[in-house]
């Protein structure tokens, strides 16, 4: 590495930016978020961080070699429905795939729930006249007059984007590309995208979803991806422009713009970067992510150094089935808003005041209560040094915000401010059940990785909640999703359905679909990347009558070795019993879909170091409210800690980014590697 990398995190509230120099030295920087154009909040945090590195903007982005980006435009779109106005061509006679799902309610006992609504109108859902049978054999051609009248009609409905998903076009894309062109040549500049190109599977619905939420947040994804490299060329910046995206993985600006669904988690999948990259050089190998930023809260599992892939995610109630870290997602930040539920409780989120206007101690226009307000009003911030004290926090603002809600209680400030953190602890409690419990694993065999902006004052209090006995809290905590981003390689997906019992029958028949999704997936790799390029196998697999696939690595079946179909086949058994305590030997096994990822080794980066910082005088302390008790307790400097301290709780240890909070009974010590490691008292 000769120059700089730089990774962009942007949040609900604030852009993080991590800079690491050749040597290795890492440096974060904040800006607050600018939600009407996120590309304004991208260059104020590099501008940000070269002002802290002592250079200017133009001069650190010419000694950049990459930049990493999470993005949040495509979740908001979906969470607040302002994606493009999309048309749907589809095959005549099934145009309601969409709105009819799968049959199934998402609530399905629930009988007062009122339909989802589809993300395209039947009125923009266009049939064309053609049909392939499921064998890919053509039943009836496409027909040209049919699909003239479904363009003028996607043209006349002042269509942004088109999706097109025909019948059966996983099994032959013809129809499919052909209408593409029409489309293109009829309505220039149209965001157009195929179901063949970005799910070419089966299973009709998830296939149709998917490729409409492609087109619905397309046009807004490329669109601000084009205006960011445009800021960043005229900035001074030469060097590759990669967004990371839902499976964790990075791509170029083209792909992205391309595949913009995959970016549905692309801010969330850093922060599960960070933790398999932390895992690969020895902190854990089972970490719990425990990821609070400003309007939510992003929890995953890693299990022996792995985080787990899933399909058939929902974001704003739309499926998607590509694959995708498994990320459990919550409304519970710094910026949650406490207020009274429908039945004169207290309640804390969904809700968020966000960037705009914030939490009330911001002084941004913010007058309701938010966890934030409550950290501010129980001592546990620094009002003074937020931010590193580049921005001070209003305390009579947070405590007018608390007493107007209080007041609704019967409680004071402070006791609001106590029940609202006891309840985001439990909400936040409750996330991680649903992503270890709910799935069959145990976390309290796990380490709880805290990382975000907030998630030190918790960490410790939800540990508690789950009986997690071990919590690390990286120093740099506040930006460790965008560190994350700059620690995980190029990444393209690519699948096939299959959906054949005779491809286990021969090693020919088997390898033939892996072949040809390799030859693709190094063709297109080949445009990104010239160096070392690995390829990992996997595949959906079932017994003959049973309805649903499960997902088989096949990277350890030795892919070169004769013998081929009889240990894939072995290995599909040994996965249906470590997933349901069973197999059946003898039964027929079926390949459903074949699943390649190329994968382009980037540089690794030299070892950071932390950044020094101001150490507070000798028995600096913080009179602080816990367990509604007004205690004075040690205050540490994260950054000047030495390796080998062992503090005490209750503390704080904080820096100009993180504020750890330690509970009665914790036991925390600063490792080599500049990871604060706690026990916590069962």
């Known amino acids: 590495m000769s120059g700089y990398v730089i990774g962009v ?40 961080l070269a002002e802290t590195l002592g250079l200017a903007t133009a001069d650190l982005l010419r000694q950049t070699d990459r930049i990493v980006h999470g993005t949040t435009v495509a979740t908001n779109a979906l969470l607040e429905k302002k994606g493009a106005r999309v048309a749907m061509l589809t095959t005549e006679g099934h145009r309601d795939v969409l709105e009819m799902r799968e049959g199934l309610k998402p609530e399905r006992y629930n009988l007062r729930m009122p339909p989802p609504e589809p993300l395209i109108p039947r009125e923009r859902r266009l049939p064309v006249r053609e049909r392939l049978r499921d064998d890919g ?114 791509a170029p600006v083209e792909e992205a713009s391309r ?61 998607i089935a590509l694959e995708s870290l498994d990320i459990v997602t919550l409304g519970a930040g710094g910026g949650s808003i406490g207020h009274l ?41 620094d009002p003074a040094r937020f931010l590193g004290g580049r921005r001070s926090l209003d305390l009579g603002a947070a405590h007018t915000a608390l007493a107007g809600l209080g007041n609704k209680l019967g409680l004071t400030p402070e006791a609001t401010a106590a029940g609202m953190l006891r309840i985001a602890n439990a909400r936040m409690a409750d996330g991680i059940r649903v992503a270890t419990v709910r799935r069959g694993v145990d976390p309290r065999g796990f380490a709880l990785l805290s990382f975000g902006g907030a998630a030190g004052l918790h960490a410790t209090g939800v540990a508690r909640e789950i009986g997690i006995s071990r919590v690390l809290v990286p120093f740099f905590a506040a930006g460790l999703s ?13 699948s096939r359905s299959v959906l054949d019992a005779g491809a286990m029958k021969t090693e020919a028949a ?36 049973q309805v649903f696939e499960i997902d088989v690595p096949l990277d350890e079946v030795g892919w070169d070795q004769p013998g081929l179909a009889t240990r894939v086949t072995e290995a599909f058994e040994a996965r249906h019993r470590a997933l349901f ?22 540089p690794e980066l030299s070892s950071g170091s932390r950044r020094e910082a101001g150490s507070p005088e000798p028995g600096t302390t913080r009179s602080i409210i816990l367990d509604g008790a007004t205690r004075s307790v040690p205050l540490h400097d994260f950054a000047t800690l030495p390796a080998g301290q062992v503090i005490q709780g209750p503390a704080i240890v904080e820096s100009d980014t993180t504020t750890v909070l330690l509970l009665e009974g914790d036991t925390a010590t600063m490792r ?11």
């Open 482 to 494: 965008a560190w994350g981003m700059l620690h995980t390689d190029l990444r393209y997906e690519v």
């Open 341 to 381: 539920g429908a039945s004169g409780t207290l309640q804390v989120g969904p809700r968020s005041a966000g960037a705009v206007p914030g939490p009330a101690a911001y002084g941004t226009g913010g007058t309701e209560p938010t966890v934030t307000d409550a950290n501010l009003a129980l001592g546990y911030l």
């Open 9 to 48: 995190d942007v949040g609900g509230t604030f852009t993080d930016v991590v800079g690491i120099a050749p040597g290795g030295a890492t440096t974060l920087a904040k800006a607050a978020s600018t939600p009407g154009d996120q590309s304004e909040g991208v260059l104020a945090g590099i501008s940000c």
């Open 259 to 319: 595949l913009a669904v995959g970016t549905a988690l692309s801010g969330p999948a850093g922060g599960v970067a960070a933790a398999v990259a932390l895992a690969r050089a020895g902190v854990a190998q089972d970490l719990v992510t425990f990821d609070m930023g400003g309007t939510s809260t992003d929890i995953a599992l890693v299990e022996g150094g792995a985080a787990a892939l899933g399909r058939g995610r929902s974001v704003g109630g739309e499926r």
């Open 581 to 602: 305590t069973y197999d059946l030997p003898g039964e027929e096994a079926v390949l459903v879909n074949a699943r390649l990822a190329a994968i382009g080794r980037l």
């Open 137 to 250: 054999r053509v039943q009836t051609a496409l027909d040209p007059a049919s699909l003239a009248a479904a363009v003028e009609a996607a043209k006349a409905a002042g269509a942004e984007a088109v999706a097109i998903c025909f019948l059966h076009a996983w099994r032959d894309p013809a129809h499919e590309d052909a209408a593409a062109e029409a489309v293109r040549q009829a309505i220039a500049g149209i965001f157009v995208t195929t179901s063949a190109e970005v799910l070419p599977q089966i299973k009709e619905f998830e296939r149709f979803s998917t490729t409409a939420v492609n087109a619905y947040v397309g046009p807004l994804v490329s669109r601000y991806l084009g205006r960011l490299g445009g800021r960043l060329a005229e900035a001074g910046f030469t060097g590759p422009l990669f967004v990371i995206l839902s499976h964790g993985g990075v």
């Open 672 to 682: 080599n590697d500049g990871i604060l490691d706690i026990e916590i008292k069962e």
């Open 510 to 545: 088997l390898r033939a679909p892996f072949d040809a999704l390799e030859a693709a997936a190094r063709a297109r790799m080949a445009h990104w990347w010239e160096g070392e390029v690995v390829i990992q196998r996997r595949a959906d697999m079932r017994y003959g009558e």
